[in-house]
């Protein structure tokens, strides 16, 4: 990416920071990505195609969203109201004629209406999500971390995706884990509403040994 483009993108990022409410297109996903996670996508959707087009010419983002299976689609109901903010960091057209895309996820966001435009694509007005506060003290999140680098280390297609890891970050460590452990959207969403990181962290405690 050139150094321009991370510039407008970065003035883009603290413009939309210092904003109350916003617009943003809508991407509900059974894959999830939550503040500081990088994810690699295939986009086929031409509705979706027309998003992630936009966003890089405007140098804006979009939110990925958790899907809820109990919800009416005709209705908006099928997406969580907890997604998050992200950007795409790099895109190449792959071999199968997809477009492949990496983004990075930056804040939640808290959706408050959608709406849908013509070809499907959903829109939501949003507000921040408060970030979580955690005064814990690293080491109380072993062994998360150890565990974390494990897999890491196992899975080359996820480490690739992290040149920086922040595994001394309680907070990178729990949202990594709630990204790549099968917990249920609706149960992610409950820790993100909370003011802190605590709940999480105990119920990760019991998961991760």
């Not at 990416?1 to 509900?28: D, G, V, Y």
């Not at 072993?142 to 680098?149: E, Y």
């Not at 820790?191 to 998961?207: N, Y």
Request: hydrophobic share 40%; aromatic share 10%; glycine share 4%.
């Amino acid at each position: 990416m050139s150094e321009c483009r991370k510039l407008n993108q970065q003035q883009f990022r603290n413009h939309i920071l210092a904003t109350s409410t916003f617009s943003l297109p809508l991407f509900p996903l059974s894959a999830h990505i939550l503040p500081g996670g990088v994810m690699s996508l295939r986009i086929f959707e031409p509705r979706y195609i027309r998003m992630i087009k936009e966003a890089c010419a405007n140098q804006t983002g979009f939110a990925i969203c958790m899907l809820n299976s109990q919800g009416d689609k005709e209705q908006n109901e099928h997406i969580y109201p907890v997604g998050t903010f992200v950007t795409v960091e790099d895109f190449d057209l792959l071999e199968d004629g997809l477009l492949g895309i990496k983004v990075k996820g930056h804040r939640c966001v808290r959706i408050e209406r959608i709406d849908t435009d013509k070809d499907g694509l959903r829109i939501g007005q949003c507000h921040w999500q408060e970030n979580w506060t955690c005064e814990i003290n690293p080491q109380a999140i072993a062994p998360m971390d150890s565990r974390l680098k494990e897999i890491f280390n196992k899975y080359p297609e996820v480490k690739t995706l992290y040149p920086q890891p922040e595994f001394n970050n309680p907070i990178w460590v729990i949202y990594r884990w709630l990204e790549l452990l099968p917990v249920n959207a609706e149960q992610k969403q409950a820790f993100l509403e909370q003011k802190d990181c605590q709940i999480a962290l105990e119920f990760l405690s019991q998961l991760v040994e």
